[in-house]
C-alpha cells in the first residue's frame, strides 16, 4: 500500500525567511502527489498536485513542489513566508489498491511564522 | 451549497450511544469520501462512494461504523455503540469523479467527543 512520511512534525520559521517541508513517499509505478493546508479553524484545501508533465509545479500563493522520483520525494518550498502562511501542511499521495483510488495523507506539518 | 458542509460541527455523546454525521457535499460531485483525524494525525481513509455505492469500504475500522448515500447526494456516517476511542474529526470530502486525479474539497468536519 501507498504511504506518505512527513519527517517534520512542527516547523517554526521567522517571517520572509525560506522554509522546505518535506515530504517521502513509497515507490510505485505511478504516482500522484498533492499538497493541502490547513488554515485555523478552516478545512482542508488543495495547495497544489503533481500529476504528470513538469516535475516542478506551483501554487498561486508562491509555494512549489518538486516531484523527485529517484529520491520518491516531493517537498514543498517557499522562498519568502509570511504571517499568514502560518498553518498545518499534509502531503498526500493517490493509493490505487484494490482497484480504488483514494487519498493516503501524511501526518502533517505544522508551520508557524513568527514576526 | 458553495462548499461541503457537515452538520453537526461538534457533538458531544456517552460511551454507548448512536452518533450520526451528515454530509451534504458540493452540488453535482458524483465521489465523496469520509476521513477521520485524530490529535496529531493525519485524515486517515474510512469510505468512499462513487454515486450510491460504496466503492471503497477497507478503512471503516470494525462493524460499529456504517455510512450510506441513498440518493447519490448528502452521505451519513452512523457509529453505533461508541467508544472512547472514536472521539476525533470527522472530516468529508467530495469531488466530480474524475478518480483520484481531481481535486477533493473538504468539509470543516464534525468534531466527535465520546466521554
Known amino acids: 500500500a501507498q504511504s506518505v512520511t512527513q519527517l517534520d512534525s512542527q516547523v517554526p520559521v521567522f517571517e520572509e525567511a525560506p522554509v522546505e517541508l518535506r515530504c517521502n513517499y513509497s515507490?510505485?509505478?505511478?504516482?500522484?502527489l498533492f499538497w493541502y493546508v490547513q488554515y485555523p479553524n478552516q478545512g482542508l484545501q488543495l495547495l497544489l498536485k503533481y500529476l504528470s508533465g513538469s516535475t516542478l509545479v506551483e501554487s498561486i500563493n508562491g509555494f512549489e513542489a518538486e516531484f523527485n522520483k529517484s529520491q520518491t520525494s516531493f517537498h514543498l518550498r517557499k522562498p519568502s513566508v509570511h504571517i499568514s502562511d502560518t498553518a498545518e501542511y499534509f502531503c498526500a499521495v493517490i493509493s490505487t489498491q484494490g482497484g480504488s483510488e483514494k487519498l493516503v495523507f501524511g501526518k502533517g506539518t505544522k508551520l508557524t511564522v513568527n514576526p | 451549497g458553495a462548499g461541503v458542509s457537515q452538520t453537526p460541527s461538534n457533538k458531544v455523546t456517552e460511551k454507548g450511544k448512536y452518533v450520526e454525521l451528515r454530509c451534504d457535499p458540493i452540488?453535482?460531485?458524483?465521489?465523496l469520501y469520509w476521513y477521520r483525524q485524530s490529535l496529531g494525525q493525519g485524515p486517515e481513509f474510512l469510505i468512499y462512494?462513487?454515486?450510491?455505492?460504496?466503492?471503497?469500504d477497507s478503512g471503516l475500522p470494525n462493524d460499529r461504523f456504517f455510512a450510506v448515500r441513498p440518493e447519490g447526494s448528502v452521505s451519513t456516517l452512523k457509529i453505533q455503540r461508541t467508544e472512547r476511542g472514536d472521539s476525533a474529526v470527522y472530516l468529508c470530502a467530495s469531488s466530480r469523479g474524475q478518480g483520484g486525479t481531481g481535486e477533493l474539497f473538504f468539509g470543516e468536519g464534525s468534531r466527535l467527543t465520546v466521554l
Open positions: 515507490s510505485s509505478v505511478s504516482v500522484y
Open positions: 462512494f462513487q454515486g450510491t455505492g460504496a466503492a471503497d
Open positions: 452540488s453535482g460531485h458524483t465521489a
